[in-house]
């Protein structure tokens, strides 16, 4: 009977866990939902970067604009072009970049990485200055609510879970 109680109370926890996974994941996704996917690669950069700007299920000419590089067409048929980062982008900003295909538009953001190249490059970049560490993969900033609600998922999971396997065989009989 123990054996069960301990059983059940570890599948607790572990689906109350499961579930604020996708909710945290989904916080940081910056992508629009369109009927096509698209993609910058790398998405960040140094200025004076080139990057590729991919498209799939687009039936359409894509058009691609942004404020750090100059607009470019994806033709119909074609998956990627390349765009060239101006020089002037701003180290540590993020900048929107739009995808246009048949009237429908999605966007996400590119990353200006911090330091330059000597020289305009293709990806991968070289290491100008180092590693800056301590700020994570993610650009997106906190939302309380959301951790709040996650830790207040597991807080009470935990709770009940702990409960369940500490319960005694001896009140059930009253």
Same mark, same amino acid.
């Given at each position: 009977m123990h054996a069960i109680r301990v059983a059940s109370a570890a599948l607790l926890g572990v689906?109350? @866990?499961?579930?604020?996974?996708?909710?945290?994941?989904?916080?940081?996704?910056?992508?629009?939902?369109?009927?096509?996917?698209?993609?910058?690669?790398?998405?960040?950069i140094a200025a004076g970067g080139?990057? *590729? @700007?991919?498209?799939?299920?687009?039936?359409?000419? *894509?058009?691609?604009?942004?404020?750090?590089?100059?607009?470019? *067409?994806?033709?119909?048929g074609h998956k990627s072009a390349r765009a060239n980062v101006d020089w002037d982008a701003k180290p540590g900003a993020s900048y929107r970049v739009t995808f246009n295909c048949g009237g429908e538009s999605g966007r996400t953001d590119l990353t200006i990485a911090i330091g330059r190249p000597s020289e305009p490059t293709q990806y991968p970049l070289p290491v100008q200055r180092g590693v800056h560490a301590g700020e994570g993969g993610s650009v997106?900033?906190?939302d309380l609510k959301e951790i709040g609600l996650g830790a207040a998922l597991i807080a009470g999971s935990l709770t009940v879970a702990y409960r369940l396997s500490r319960r005694r065989t001896g009140d059930d009989n009253a």
């Open positions: 689906t109350a @866990l499961a579930f604020a996974a996708p909710a945290a994941q989904a916080a940081v996704m910056n992508n629009d939902v369109t009927s096509f996917g698209f993609s910058v690669v790398p998405s960040t080139q990057v *590729t @700007l991919r498209v799939d299920g687009c039936n359409d000419d *894509t058009r691609v604009s942004s404020g750090v590089f100059d607009p470019v *067409t994806i033709p119909k997106a900033g906190f």
